[in-house]
């Protein structure tokens, strides 16, 4: 079993910074693409940044130049840097991690609880 838990998330100005960490655990052999997802009150869920395991990122537009996704394979934790905050990237921020385990040999999608930032104006 594999488990995701994100920290990092509360409550800052706009313009501020925020840095989230996610850490994955359990009987992992692999861990492939890695990324976070955001969910605002009455939006659907949307792709922030991702980054893979040779440490390629991409970004959604909303966010280049202000979010640095970064990771560490040995310690099997993603980041998120956000710097320039604003009220429209207050959400929920999802951890996910495309997993590969001794029962899924191909991969499975793993997710977060989430964890919430709040950017005030």
């Known amino acids: 079993q594999v488990q995701l838990v994100e920290s990092g998330g509360g409550l800052v100005q706009a313009g501020g910074s925020l840095r989230l960490s996610c850490v994955a655990s359990?009987?992992?052999?692999?861990?492939?693409?890695m990324g976070w997802y955001r969910q605002a009150p009455g939006k659907q869920r949307e792709l922030v940044a991702a980054?893979?395991?040779?440490?390629?990122?991409n970004y959604a537009d909303s966010v280049k130049g202000r979010f640095t996704i970064s990771r560490d394979n040995a310690k099997n934790t993603v980041y998120l840097q956000m710097n320039s905050l604003k009220p429209e990237d207050t959400a929920v921020y999802y951890c996910?991690?495309?997993?590969?385990?001794?029962?899924?040999?191909?991969?499975?999608?793993?997710w977060g609880k989430g964890t919430l930032v709040t950017v005030s104006s």
């Open positions: 996910n991690a495309d997993v590969v385990t001794a029962t899924n040999l191909f991969g499975m999608d793993y």
């Open positions: 980054i893979t395991s040779g440490g390629s990122p």
């Open positions: 359990g009987e992992i052999f692999k861990i492939n693409a």
